[in-house]
C-alpha cells in the first residue's frame, strides 16, 4: 500500500496558522518536526537553531524513531562546523541554492561540478566534511532557514521510511516550512528584546526617581529618610486596605504610589533652604511658601505623560477630610486615594521620628492621636489599616 | 556483543567504552555513535549499575553524567576512589555545574569534562586521544 500523497500547500497553510496562534516558537518548531516525521514518514527530523547568547547553534529539537533520534539540547555547533559554514558565507550560496537544500546524494554530484572544481581544494574540503556531517547527525538533507540573510535555524531531514528519494517538490516545501520557523524565531526574539528593554526602562526610571527623592533630603536636612519611609509606610497601608478589601483600587495603582510617595515632597526643591531649615516658627509668607511646595511639585511633574495619579499623590497630599487642608481644600472623599494614604503615611513618620527641636513620640501615642483624627484629618480607610498593621507589629 | 567477538577472532582488542547517562535518549545516540567507530559500547542508566559494570568490564575509559536520580556522578567517583578503582579513566559530562562539583571530580582525578551542549568533535576527540594511548 503506497502511502497517501500529501498536499504540501495545505500542510504549509496550517503550519503558518501555527505560528499565529503560537508564540513559542520551540514549540511551534517541535510541532512541525513531529508531523513531518509522521506526515512525509522520514525516520528521523531534527532542528539546530541559533543561540545569540553564544552565538552558536544547537541541535534542539529532533523526532523519530528511537535510535534516529538525536537528544535535544546535547550537540552544539560553532561558526566553523562544515555545515554552519557551508550556510553562512555567501561564496557557497551557489551551492544549495538551487535546491533549497543540500542533500547527502547530490554531494558526490557537486564534487565534479566544475565550478566547485574552479573553487579550489577549499571548497571540495568542505563537502566532504559536510558529507562526512549528516550521517552523525542521521540526516540526509538539511535546509537552511534564514531571517534577512541571518541563518536562524537548519532543519535536519532523515531517510525516508521507504527508502526513496527526495523530490524538489518535498524539499520546497521543507525550505518554505524552514522560513516560517525562521520567522517565528525571529518574532519571539524581537518580543523578547522589546521586553527586556521595556523592563531596562522602567528600572532606569526608577533609579531616576529615586535619585530624585534623594535630592530633596540633601535640602532638607530635618527629614533624612523620610522619604523612604514616608514611602514604605504608604505601601504598607496600601497593601492592607487591599487584603482587608476596604477599597479597590485601580490598575497599577501601586507603581504610582510607589513613586509618588518617593517624590511627595520634591516641590520642596523650590522652597528656599532658610525656610525649610528654620527652626522657629514660620511667618505667615513663610508658611504660604512653604506650603507651595505641593503645587511646585506638581508643576514639576506636569510635563510627564501617565503621571496624572502621581501627580494627585504629589499635590493633594496635605489636603485634609473635613476641607481644612491646602492647596485646594479637598474635601472627604474627593481628595484622591492615593494623596489620603500619603498623608497618613507623612503624619505618621514626621510624628515618630526626632527633630533638632523636639523628641519623637512613640508609636502607639502617635497612632492614638493619628485616630482622634479621622474624619477631620484623616480618611477612615487609611488609618484604619494603618491601626491593623501596627496592631500586628508591622510597622 | 557480535561485534566485540568477530575483533577478537582476528586477534584485535577494541576499546571499551562505559557510557553512563539516567536519560535513555543519550544512552542510545552515544551507543550507536561510538559502535559505529569501532568500539565496545557499555552503557549504565545509573551509578550502582556503571560501579557493577566497571568491576566486570574493566572498561578503558568512561563517560559519567553528572546529574543522575539515583547515585550521581560525584558519588560514582567516591566510591571508585574508595575502592582503590581510581584508576579508571572518567570524563565527566554535565551541564551548567557550580564551581564545588568541578572541584571535588578533579580531586577525584578525573580526566576530563565536557559541557551539555557540546561539540560532537570535541568529545570525539577527547574519546579517541584516551583509547589511543
Known amino acids: 500500500m503506497s502511502p497517501p500523497k500529501i498536499d504540501y500547500k495545505r500542510e504549509l497553510e496550517s503550519a503558518s496558522k501555527g505560528m499565529i496562534l503560537i508564540h513559542d516558537p520551540r514549540l511551534l518548531i517541535k510541532l512541525i518536526v513531529r508531523s513531518l516525521v509522521q506526515k512525509v514518514r522520514i525516520q528521523h527530523a531534527g532542528m539546530i537553531l541559533y543561540d545569540p547568547d553564544k552565538d552558536s547553534y544547537v541541535l534542539s529539537i529532533s523526532r523519530g524513531t528511537i535510535g534516529e533520534r538525536i537528544p535535544e539540547d546535547l550537540i552544539r555547533f560553532n561558526k566553523t562546523n562544515p555545515l554552519i559554514k557551508l550556510f553562512i558565507q555567501k561564496e557557497y550560496k551557489y551551492i544549495f541554492e538551487n535546491r533549497n537544500a543540500i542533500v547527502a546524494e547530490d554531494i558526490n554530484k557537486l564534487l565534479w561540478k566544475e565550478s566547485v572544481i574552479s573553487n579550489g581544494n577549499g571548497t571540495k574540503q568542505l563537502l566532504h566534511s559536510v558529507s562526512a556531517q549528516l550521517p552523525k547527525l542521521n540526516a540526509v538533507a538539511c535546509v537552511p532557514a534564514y531571517y534577512q540573510h541571518m541563518l536562524l535555524a537548519i532543519l535536519l531531514i532523515g531517510e525516508k521510511q521507504d527508502g526513496s528519494r527526495f523530490g524538489q517538490e518535498e524539499l520546497d516545501f521543507f525550505s518554505a516550512l524552514a522560513s516560517d520557523v525562521a520567522m517565528a524565531i525571529r518574532n519571539a526574539q524581537l518580543f523578547e528584546y522589546l521586553k527586556r528593554e521595556a523592563e531596562r526602562n522602567r528600572n532606569l526610571f526608577i533609579q531616576t526617581t529615586i535619585a530624585l527623592g534623594s535630592a530633596i533630603e540633601a535640602k532638607d536636612t530635618y527629614t533624612h529618610g523620610h522619604t523612604e519611609r514616608v514611602t514604605k509606610y504608604a505601601l504598607a497601608i496600601g497593601r492592607q486596605m487591599e487584603a482587608s478589601q476596604a477599597y479597590t483600587f485601580p490598575y497599577k495603582f501601586f507603581e504610582n504610589l510607589y513613586i509618588a510617595g518617593l517624590l511627595h515632597d520634591i516641590g520642596k526643591i523650590g522652597v528656599p533652604e532658610t525656610i525649610l531649615s528654620k527652626q522657629d516658627k514660620l511667618t505667615p509668607e513663610e508658611y504660604e511658601i512653604m506650603k507651595s511646595h505641593t503645587t511646585r511639585g506638581a508643576e514639576i511633574l506636569s510635563s510627564l505623560s501617565g503621571f496624572e495619579e502621581v501627580i494627585n499623590g504629589v499635590k493633594y497630599h496635605h489636603e485634609r477630610y473635613d476641607g481644612r487642608g491646602y492647596p485646594e481644600g479637598l474635601k472627604g472623599e474627593d481628595v484622591p486615594m492615593i494623596a489620603a494614604i500619603i498623608a497618613v503615611a507623612d503624619t505618621f513618620d514626621a510624628m515618630t521620628t526626632d527633630r533638632p527641636y523636639r523628641k519623637g513620640m512613640s508609636k502607639d501615642k502617635a497612632i492614638l492621636e493619628i485616630k482622634d483624627c479621622i474624619n477631620k484629618q484623616f480618611n477612615r480607610k487609611p488609618v484604619d489599616a494603618l491601626i491593623d498593621l501596627f496592631h500586628r507589629d508591622e510597622l | ?133
Open chain 2, 1 to 133: 556483543m557480535l561485534l566485540n567477538e568477530v575483533a577478537e577472532s582476528v586477534g584485535v582488542c577494541m576499546p571499551k567504552l562505559l557510557i553512563v547517562d539516567d536519560e535513555s535518549d543519550i544512552r542510545e545516540f552515544a551507543r550507536k555513535f561510538f559502535l559505529k567507530r569501532k568500539i565496545d559500547v557499555f552503557v549504565a542508566s545509573g551509578g550502582r549499575q556503571a560501579l557493577e559494570i566497571i568491576s566486570s568490564e574493566k572498561p578503558d575509559l568512561i563517560l559519567l553524567d553528572v546529574r543522575m536520580e539515583e547515585m550521581n556522578g560525584i558519588e560514582v567517583l567516591r566510591e571508585l576512589h574508595k575502592n582503590g578503582n581510581a584508576c579508571a579513566k572518567v570524563i565527566m559530562v554535565s551541564g551548567v555545574e557550580d564551581e564545588e562539583t568541578i572541584k571535588e571530580a578533579n580531586a577525584l582525578g578525573v580526566i576530563g569534562y565536557i559541557h551539555k551542549p557540546f561539540i560532537l568533535e570535541e568529545l570525539e576527540k577527547l574519546v579517541f586521544n584516551q583509547l589511543n594511548r
